[in-house]
């Protein structure tokens, strides 16, 4: 079974560029994620859609961050303008069901703000 | 007060030693207790998870939760240098709040 597919792996771009990260889930998996980790800490939620709507959006950065799930499977993640502190993994998961309680990440897209 | 807390390490181990790691938390809504190990470079793998309080064991792994102390650990038994990774505690509200409260991450290494 495929996993949680991201792209791209690396990115390195200047502040106040933009970038796009893009995410695959699990086949069959309604439910995704988008996960923040800073390097030393653990990832930090940014929203959480279910099918192609958004369940727990209240930790994205609404003024630079935007998330879309169109039809349902593959998702996007936007930062536009992006700032030094932006610097992290930007990890996407996907689960069967909402409860969640076996979320699988993929390996993360790593963005460098310089 | 942090909702999840967990020592960052490092931890050093030898090769074959038991290695305990803990994470405590002051929420008592959470309902499932996860355990994920990261590779570096890698995104989380989900070694473990568990609902109710006790032990749940699968091969040298060993997840424990104790609700009524809000503390849970894992246990890595015969603990190998392939272990060497970072170890992080998460848990969840379950029903339709899905999303993960990680700890910080442990830091694990296994000296051969």
């Known amino acids: 079974e495929a996993g949680v597919a991201q792209s791209p792996r690396y990115k390195i771009i200047e502040k106040r560029q933009s970038v796009a990260f893009w995410c695959n889930p699990i086949?069959?998996?309604?439910?995704l994620y988008w996960y923040q980790q800073i390097l030393g800490q653990g990832p930090k939620l940014l929203i959480q859609?279910?099918?192609?709507?958004?369940?727990?959006d209240s930790q994205l950065p609404k003024d630079r961050f935007s998330a879309e799930r169109l039809k349902g499977v593959d998702s996007t993640l936007k930062i536009q303008p992006a700032k030094l502190e932006d610097s992290a993994v930007y990890l996407c998961?996907?689960?069967?069901?909402?409860?969640?309680?076996?979320?699988?990440f993929g390996e993360g897209s790593w963005l460098t703000v310089v | 007060q942090k909702e999840v807390e967990q020592d960052p390490g490092p931890l050093s181990v030898p090769e074959g030693a038991i290695v305990s790691l803990n994470c405590t938390y002051s929420?008592?809504?959470?309902?499932?207790f996860m355990w994920y190990r990261q590779y570096s470079r890698k995104g989380p793998e989900l070694l473990m998870y568990?609902?109710?309080?006790g032990n749940k064991e699968d091969g040298r792994f060993t997840a424990q939760v104790d609700k009524s102390s809000k503390y849970i650990s894992l246990f890595i038994r015969d603990s190998q240098p392939s272990d060497s990774a970072t170890y992080l505690c998460?848990?969840?509200?379950?029903?339709?709040?899905?999303?993960?409260?990680f700890g910080k991450g442990t830091k694990l290494s296994v000296k051969p």
């Open positions: 998961a996907s689960s069967f069901t909402a409860s969640g309680n076996t979320i699988y």
């Open positions: 086949s069959g998996h309604a439910t």
């Open positions: 859609f279910q099918n192609n709507g958004v369940v727990d």
């Open positions: 929420n008592s809504a959470f309902q499932y």
């Open positions: 568990t609902y109710s309080s």
């Open positions: 998460a848990m969840n509200y379950g029903g339709s709040q899905g999303n993960l409260i």
